[in-house]
């Protein structure tokens, strides 16, 4: 059974940073293509950031330049470091991994609030 745990949400004040983790249980972490996606209440889920198997990324525009995404096979997780956050990137994260078939976690409220 595939599982993926996301964890390192919370409240944050405008600038500030956060990282947050996704790690996957039953399958083979270095197949997978990761992302991170958010929805924010009343909008549709949008792709924040992605990291492929060979570790290329791809960003988001609005998060280009504050957020990077990184991966750790040998602890079977991906990352995304945020950093100078705006009220705008108030949402939960969701971590995505896809092989063929696409798993996704229980997603992890970010709030960005003074």
């Known amino acids: 059974q595939v599982r993926l745990v996301e964890s390192g949400g919370g409240l944050v004040q405008p600038g500030g940073s956060l990282r947050l983790s996704c790690t996957v249980s039953g399958i083979t972490f270095n197949i997978l293509s990761m992302a991170w996606f958010r929805q924010a209440p009343g909008k549709q889920r949008e792709l924040v950031a992605s990291i492929s198997r060979d570790e290329t990324t791809t960003y988001a525009d609005s998060v280009k330049g504050r957020f990077t995404i990184s991966r750790d096979n040998a602890r079977n997780t991906v990352f995304l470091q945020m950093n100078s956050l705006k009220p705008e990137d108030t949402a939960v994260y969701y971590c995505?991994?896809?092989?063929?078939?696409?798993?996704w976690g229980q997603g992890t409220q970010v709030t960005v609030s003074s």
């Open positions: 995505r991994a896809n092989f063929i078939s696409a798993f």
